[in-house]
Every structure is written in structure tokens, then in C-alpha cells.
């Protein structure tokens, strides 16, 4: 019965490169949430995905940043043109229903660093 | 908007001591959710112990218990007879009852003296 599951770990991107971050939620959870912790600092919302619908993105960037959540698959969060203010740990998280009051499981996160 | 502040960015306790981490937040609303999680080195986010708003009774969890003072708007852990697997950072955090996302505190990094 595997968590939640972030690949890669870590990733080293070149600036104006991309970065894709994948997150595969827990068997049975329909929801996913991406988080973004900057070192030093809290984890702070970034979107709120359904499979095939965005439910809450107020949290993303306007520009660069895209997520989705297909029908098959993991949850990828897209980063274009990534700039050194982007580098940090970016999490995922799943629950079975849209706020899940028993708390949500996280993954590992993926370490992001731009160079 | 809601808030979450941690005011003590780092805290140390003795080994089979007690420690209580402080946790405030803002809000207008009355139904919500309260958490603590802990992030240990490997950064994976570990849930200790979870509050409803409407319910008077303080959590508990093995050595883990909340002070929940709703009128004063404070979200206190304490942790009793602390180990060394207890350092870690804590973050406090805060769900609407209406919203699907959790808003975190900055942490507070828990040392574990032996």
C-alpha cells in the first residue's frame, strides 16, 4: 500500500530550462494538492486538482507554472523557463475527498535546484 | 485571509523532558481544522495530531496533546518525555471547513539534547 509517491527526488535544471515534477497520489485518492516550501520558510499552496479538473489554483504563479491531473497517470506540475528564484522543495499531497478533515498524506517532495 | 504563526522559530529540550511548541492563527470562520505535522530530515511531512474547531476536548496522541484555546485563537503542542526521534521541524497548520488547502506556519525547529 504505497504513499504518495514524487519523482524525481532532486532535480538540476539550467535556467530558462524546464522542470517537470510528477506525484502519483495514494490508490483510492482522487485529489491532489501541490505544495511549495522555500528553504527557511513554511509550506505554501500552490493548486488543487481533481482528475481532469483544476479546482483551486489561486496559489500558482500567473505565469510559467501549469498543473494537471489527467485521467491516467500521475499529477505533473510544469515549470517553464525555470529562474533561480524557483529552486526549492516542492511537495504533493492526496486525500480521498476535496478537504479531507483526517489530514492528508504528503510525499517526500521534490528538491528542485536551479542553477 | 487566514493566518498561521509560529513565534518560536527554534526550541530545545532534554531528553525525557517536556516541551510545548506555540501555534496562533487568524480567522473569521467557525468550522475548521487544526494540524501539526512533523518534518524530520529526510523532509518527509509526518501528521502528529489533528483538532476539530467545534470540538471542546484537547486531541491527544500517544505523548502528543494540544492545548486548544479557540477563544484566544492558540493551537499549543506539548510533547512529553521527548526522545531524540522528536527533532525535527513542526509546522502548525489550518484547514477551512469551506477549502481545500492547508495553510502552514514557518516551523519551529525542535532540538533533542540526550
Known amino acids: 500500500n504505497a504513499g504518495v509517491m514524487q519523482n524525481p527526488r532532486h532535480l538540476v535544471r539550467r535556467r530558462g530550462q524546464e522542470a517537470r515534477l510528477r506525484c502519483s497520489p495514494m490508490?483510492?485518492?482522487?485529489?491532489v494538492y501541490w505544495y511549495r516550501q522555500l528553504p527557511e520558510e513554511g509550506l505554501k499552496f500552490m493548486v488543487y486538482l481533481q482528475k481532469e479538473n483544476i479546482i483551486d489554483e489561486s496559489g500558482m504563479p500567473k505565469e510559467r507554472f501549469s498543473a494537471e491531473f489527467p485521467k491516467e497517470g500521475p499529477s505533473i506540475l510544469r515549470i517553464q523557463q525555470v529562474v533561480r528564484g524557483d529552486s526549492a522543495a516542492y511537495f504533493c499531497a492526496s486525500s480521498r475527498t476535496g478537504g479531507d478533515f483526517g489530514g492528508y498524506t504528503f510525499g517526500s517532495g521534490t528538491r528542485l535546484t536551479v542553477v | 485571509a487566514q493566518t498561521v504563526t509560529q513565534s518560536q522559530p527554534e526550541m530545545s529540550v532534554q531528553e525525557a523532558e517536556t516541551v510545548t511548541l506555540s501555534c496562533t492563527y487568524d480567522?473569521?470562520?467557525?468550522?475548521?481544522?487544526l494540524f501539526w505535522y512533523k518534518q524530520p530530515p529526510s523532509r518527509q511531512m509526518i501528521l502528529v495530531i489533528r483538532?476539530?474547531?467545534?470540538?471542546?476536548q484537547n486531541a491527544t496522541e500517544n505523548r502528543f496533546s494540544v492545548n486548544f484555546q479557540k477563544a484566544a485563537k492558540s493551537f499549543s503542542l506539548k510533547i512529553s518525555d521527548s526522545q531524540l526521534g522528536d527533532a525535527a521541524m513542526y509546522f502548525c497548520a489550518y484547514l477551512s471547513g469551506s477549502q481545500g488547502n492547508l495553510i502552514f506556519g514557518k516551523g519551529t525547529k525542535l532540538s533533542v539534547k540526550p
Open positions: 483538532q476539530e474547531a467545534y470540538k471542546q
Open positions: 490508490k483510492g485518492h482522487s485529489h
Open positions: 480567522t473569521s470562520e467557525s468550522d475548521y481544522y
